[in-house]
């Protein structure tokens, strides 16, 4: 492949002049930045065409913040549940567990925002029923019922900004040094806030006249984090709005919306609101609320940036609350750029696709910090490969426009294998751009629906707890997404209430429910109205496809736990008809299994958390193991429907999935276009271009097949590799 240079940031700082102009040649970067903890060099304008800088408008001037106290962050939380062993005044610390250089508690109109709830009895303690002693922060109820489990709902001041806290520990920052302050956040709702941070932008514009692109990072509330005793995370929601809050927008939100919230709506017994839960409609009405007051605060900031000559970028993370890319106000802000960490092929399509910006950027990993760099058993190549061939499916599908690294470039110079690699890298993603011409991949002539509590506002967010994390709990079914991500098909997020309100949209060819019982994914109570089984099933019978993963449509009613049994040809066995016999028949040489070794051999991760059973004999069972059904298809009317599990990602379970969707389509044709015989193989095709793009997926070479336009070529690749062919 000729090499070609562009498209990429290179993250640089002070003292290494020479290597910073040898690296930047070799990756052929044409922008550069710095990180947090670093600055730019002299030379920064003089090695690329753009030079971007972070910028932190609710944190960074701590002379202003230590000046004005009361305009700290708030954050909701709760205190640890301690039970009253007598009727003895029972004394409660609401700091007790959590990092005291993080928070303090905040005692502005406590009777307002602090709630004392007894936990067993649900009932909320009156405020004569307590007191707090604001010199030591224990509260104290007076006359507490014995046995009963209590807890303190209360808003607390964020006193140490908590990325910068972050990376000051992770990092190992010294504490005698004077440019690592602890820096303290500051709310733009508060007083003589908002004009500061316009000015204090305008001023340090001004001064920097060397930066084109203003990388705010990103503008004013953190996703949910609290630390614990010992400076570690406690608790982490990057969907969270806990930290959203303060007296004065409780106070504007009843205003507007006419009804009070309770410190109950954000603390919520403890789950924070989690993406998980079924999502309230006081919880909804404050996304809107604070998305709204957000946006508005941030389109102002990047005016300012434009009229200095700048452009403005985003990061996608950090203080992105209010800022949700696919929400109805992000367009409004006006900015140039996105950029975000890419952690899965989910994580980079999430960015790749966000609408309403000029171009978006991607962070690979590994960040060049000491816990990779620096660190025995870091392995700083091995995680530079994971990131690129996870996120290299999701831009071969709807490539990003930029890429680039971050942290302290100096690290990463120790390591000459790993420039070597990401060098590689950098130029594998400007063929992407180059001989695609533009122009994306063909898809599958129908659309996949995910059907959810969220919808189009968390698209590609489904089943994340901290951006792209591991979770025991979730992986088995964010292997969805992660698969969708790659594969050849048009993806809409769809949400209950869309469905009921307008039905199915007639782009969607093949639905999918995807998530554990009682979760915002499954649906919960969303099912106990029929009326949402009676579209679905009328959709499907029509000649549509549903596909089903762990516990689907769960809801305890009728008889039934899976709400859509008849439609999916199973339910799922809760030790309540254990007297009932079953005598399921293994299909074997099924299109959808046609990929796995033995029907047994189906990997579903942690799976549905109990027995599966067919419900019906015409349900064909395709992967039967240990008394559980793990894959099963079904007929119902013109239509078909295909049950899974558990679906985690791996490239047999990609192909088993996009199998299955063109199974419960109709539309098995497709498995003879533009397909690849070995699953660690995908195949992008350029129709306009009368290219195809064939990537390995696996670390070790493969063999395939590519079969389309009535020929076949026959490849082998190199691990990880790809390969360019011209069809004519």
Known sequence: MPRTTGRVTLPIQEGIDDQLRELAQALGADAVRNSDGTWLPEIASELVDKVYSTYFPARGDQEWALAHPDTLVNQYLMSARVTAMSDAPLQIDVLDSYFREQFQPCYERVEKFWEVIDRTSSEVVPVSGWSVDQTTGILTVAQPTPWHEYTVSFLANQIWDTTQMYNYITNGWDETDPTRVKERPYDVRKNGVWEHVKEALSEWLTKHPEVDVVRFTTFFYHFTIAFNTDGKEKFVDWFGYSASVSPEAIDAFEAEYGYELRAEDFVDAGYYNSPFRMPTQHFRDWINFQSRFVSERAKDLVKIAHEAGREAMMFLGDNWIG?????????????????????????????????????????????????????????????????????????????????????????????????????????????????????????????????????????WQTHMVAHALWYKATYSYVGVIESLAGLPFKVRFLSFDEVLEGGVPEEVGVLINAGAAGTSYSGGEAWADGRLAEILREWVAAGHGLIGVGEPAAYDKGGSFIQLSDVLGVDRERQLTLNTDRYPTLVEGHVITADLKRASAFDDGEGAGGDVYTVSERTQVLSYDDGTVKIAANEFGAGRAVYFSGLPYSFTNSRTLQRALYWAAGREDLLSTWFTTHPATEVAWYPGRRKMLVTNNAYEAVTTTVLGDEREWQLTLEPMGSAWVDVD
């Open 323 to 459: 800022t949700e890319p696919y929400g109805p106000y992000f367009p409004s802000i006006g900015l140039d750029a996105v950029v975000g960490s890419a952690g899965s092929a989910a994580t980079t399509r999430l960015i790749s696709d966000i609408p309403g910006v000029k171009y978006t950027e991607v962070r690979f990993l590994p960040y060049f910090f000491p816990d990779v760099f620096n660190h025995d058993g870091g392995d700083p190549v091995g995680e530079a490969n994971d990131s690129w061939i996870t996120s290299r499916r999701a831009i071969v599908r709807h490539p990003l426009d930029r890429m680039g690294y971050g942290g302290y470039v100096s690290l990463a110079l120790e390591f000459p294998e790993f420039i070597e690699r990401i060098t590689a890298i950098s130029q594998e993603f400007r063929n992407i751009h180059e001989f695609s011409g533009g122009e994306l991949p063909q898809n599958a002539p129908f659309t996949v629906g995910i059907l959810n509590a969220w919808g189009s506002l968390r698209t």
